[in-house]
């Protein structure tokens, strides 16, 4: 069945790269999605890729497909505290339009 | 634009009770869905409706049924309560499948004792 894998948690310093990975093993995903859940609020689309991709990039966001190994990589550049959240990757396969989401990973930035 | 609109934001439970909690979304979208939120479980979809009219269970629907009152609301009913529904609860909604994602309410924070 279909199945998101993250890492749970990741620690950076204020100014370094953050690169959050994800697997996924349904090979007929569609697209694919970073979302951003900070503490207490819902989850905030962050951005998203389409299968047929291999990167896309949008100011400090780069995410990295690697379709044959169904590998997800978010990549944020001069990571800020105001980073520190929990981000989730989620598949979407079909045309019902659900999200397979992963278990989150924490990032967590010092100063 | 509200976007997503969730109530009540906090709710406490005993074992056995009975609630609906409440979504509703005034930007037009054709699908909703119900997730449940717990500690390193990433989000699990409890029920989806893909257009008015119609509901699908998701991955964990035992314990739970919805109705989708009209294009805008979409509610989850718990009928009897039970510790193992402490969660948070999650509506999100799209307005068809294909890039774009979700929009996601702020959440209902649930505690059955």
């Known amino acids: 069945g279909e199945d998101v894998e993250q890492s749970l948690f990741l620690s950076v310093r204020e100014g370094d790269s953050s690169v959050i990975n994800c697997t996924y093993t349904d090979s007929s995903s569609t697209y694919l999605y970073w979302y951003k859940q900070e503490p207490g609020a819902g989850l905030q689309l962050l951005t998203y890729?389409?299968?047929?991709?291999d990167m896309k990039q949008d100011q400090r966001l780069t995410v990295l497909l690697n379709k044959k190994d169904k590998h997800l990589s978010l990549r944020i550049a001069d990571t800020q505290t105001g980073d520190s959240a929990i981000y989730f990757c989620a598949e979407e396969t079909g045309n019902t339009g659900k999200l397979i989401f992963g278990q989150g990973t924490t990032l967590q930035v010092k100063p | 634009n509200a976007g997503v609109t969730q109530t009540p934001k906090f709710q406490v439970l005993k074992t056995g009770q009975s609630m609906t909690l409440q979504c509703a979304q005034d930007m037009n979208h054709n699908s909703m869905y119900w997730y449940r939120q717990d500690p390193g479980m990433g989000l699990r979809l409890i029920y989806y409706?893909?257009?008015?009219?119609?509901?699908d269970k998701g991955e964990v629907p035992n314990g739970y049924n919805v109705s989708r009152l009209n294009k805008r609301e979409f509610s989850l009913r718990l009928e009897s309560a039970a510790p193992s529904q402490t969660s948070v609860y999650f509506c999100?909604?799209?307005?068809?499948?294909?890039?774009?994602?979700?929009?996601f309410g702020s959440g209902t924070r649930l505690t059955v004792v």
């Open positions: 409706s893909a257009s008015e009219g119609t509901t």
């Open positions: 890729i389409f299968s047929n991709m």
């Open positions: 999100a909604s799209r307005m068809e499948s294909g890039g774009g994602g979700y929009t």
